[in-house]
């Protein structure tokens, strides 16, 4: 039989380092990009940490993630390597991808991470076809799949939702709703509040947690994908939660189609300042071991940068290479 | 506004698109416009800014993310009397909708006998060139001109970008209207009227002698700078927009063939099954004896559009590559 995994000291201590290093790395990146050095379009997970730090502590390799286009969060959370993915960003030959996915499309299969993904809508089905094939193939893996409150409107997930409920599936539909798709308030681009709500139509149950509070979203993840490995199907997991940044790229305030006082009121709320408090308040770590984890990610980054600044370029006959196996 | 001088005005490409739906908002009172951030954020590249300010909420929508939902919708309105402009942000999203394209919205006409009407007008944006990899830079433009009941057009500049949304939103068809998001910028001469470039009629943008390259979207401009360069190896080659890709203008691009009597089709599209394809054959079937030489074919290689700039300004057909073609094709050296 399988374990779930229990909320030690040590469990906290790295949903800890992982919403560190995500968020560290997601400022480097954004400051990469405005100095021209990260190309293309970059959505940035500073705010939402907890979700993915909290989710993927109950995954190992073998359990699978699908993404969405603000990836680089599910990515570390599942163990990806800052200098592959830096690499990956600048467009470099040692990137994940070798170049050819860019952020929109950073995955490592390796990793059970089935890919960000530039079209909104795109994980559902295919985070529900990995959970068939661990059926099927009489694993006892999970599927996790990431999607924002604006993917939640796409046919794919209704289709997915469906099926997945269905033939019982493990897969856990994990919604970071954040309350905008680009630049639309929830409560313009839907008539209901909580995303959960559709899981009675699927016939699935409907969690909402609170997703700037790592431990609250470990405890949804761990019931949630506890059922999946039991072969009691798929459940709908709402984890609440803000992002800090633009939609793309850096800029949090100042914004046509939200409030700075808004953005405040979140920030206040901040995950990774929340968690701390509790980690000094309880003891389980103290200031010093705190800062330097800060340190050791401050340097695992510095040295992931510089890999990628000095990485090759890929050649341009690879163009061609990978359209087929 | 023309300045003093009487210079005719000047207006980018993405403000001539913003022009072009305020005067079809203005001029049909039936018109309503429904797509993804164009209404609050003005849409993600800016085309929309103030046009729900001026037109309201009533006509312009914030939609869902739900691209099947939004051509679903026009469809529906449509064939009950509205004249939608709807907005695909990025041509790559086609296939979120494509049934609804490919199975409806191309087809309701003819399956009921000609008794529906279907004056749908959608907005897209194609193209490589920004590094946004390979779900965000596509040319799909063959996929929509295989659609019988669908009309497609693609705008290669700021006074066709308004004039073609207009003629689109006039048509009593479905029109698809291409727009390319490296041209955005581009600075171009647009009249303040209202006016229809003709759908069906190409536009010679350089006349020529001895060669004729049809192209059309961002590759129009491409195809004017190889021109100037292939000028200084004697070749006088005559451009051809061909702006309306179904229907296509046969005819201008066989008169000039029938003039040259060595061609080319250039696209940003992968070349294997694009429509410089369907043109080549065109051209050799209409004008066979009139070509000294096999029609050439300039287009993306076989393989989606890659993220990192290196790759990606390789994969991209340019003048470069419009002008390599037409040495190896014409044994030109050097
Ligand atoms: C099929 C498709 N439609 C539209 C887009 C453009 N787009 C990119 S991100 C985004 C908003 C997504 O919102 P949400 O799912 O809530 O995720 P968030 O950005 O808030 O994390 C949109 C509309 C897209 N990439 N793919």
Known sequence: MFVTVELTNDVLKDMHRCMVQIRRFEETAGKLMEDGKIPGALHLYVGEEAIASGVMAHLSKEDQITSTHRGHGHLIAKGGEFDRMFAELFGKATGYCKGKGGSMHISNMDLGMLGANGIV???????????????????????????????????????????????????????????????????????????????QGYGMPGVIVDGMDAVAVFEGAREAIARARAGDGPTLLECKTYRFYDHVGVRGMGLSYRSDEEVEFWKKRDPIDQFEAKLREQNIMAEAEIQAVYEQVAAEIEAAVQFAEESPMPDPSTITEDVYA | MADQNNKPRQLTYVMAINEAIRTVMQEQPNAFAAGEDIGGAGGVYGYYNGIQEQFGTDRVYDTPISEKGIVGLGVGAAATGCRPILDLMFIDFMGECMDEVANQLAKMRYMFGGSATLPVTLLTMAGAGASLAAQHSQSLEAWLCHLPGLKVVMAATPADAKGLIIAAARDDNPVIVIMMKTLLALNGEVPEDSYAT??????????????????????????????????????????????????????????????????????????????????????????????????????????????????????VPNAETIVAEVRSQLRIEG
């Open chain 1, 121 to 199: 809508g795109g994980g559902p089905p295919i985070a529900t076809g990995a959970a068939f094939s661990n059926k099927f193939r009489k694993t006892d893996n999970v599927a996790c799949c990431f999607f924002g409150d604006g993917a939640s409107n796409e046919g794919s997930l209704h289709e997915a939702a469906n099926m997945a409920a269905l033939f019982k599936l493990p897969v856990v539909f994990v919604c970071e709703n954040n309350g905008f798709g680009e630049y639309t308030s929830q409560a313009n681009h839907q008539a209901i509040v909580d995303v959960a709500d559709r899981a």
């Open chain 2, 198 to 315: 003709p759908i069906g009629k190409a536009n010679i943008v350089r006349p020529g002698e001895n060669y004729t390259i049809v192209t059309w979207g961002r590759m129009v401009h491409e195809a004017i700078t190889a021109a100037e360069q292939l000028a200084r190896s004697g070749l006088d080659a005559e451009v051809i927009d061909a702006r309306s890709l179904q229907p296509f203008d046969t005819e201008t691009v066989i008169a000039s063939v029938r003039k040259t009597h060595r061609a080319m089709v250039a696209h940003e599209a992968v070349r294997y099954g694009g429509l410089g394809g369907e043109v080549a054959a065109q051209i050799q079937e209409l004008a066979f004896d009139d070509l000294d030489a096999p029609v050439a074919r300039v287009g993306a290689p076989f393989a989606p559009v890659p993220f990192s700039p290196v790759l990606e300004s390789a994969y």
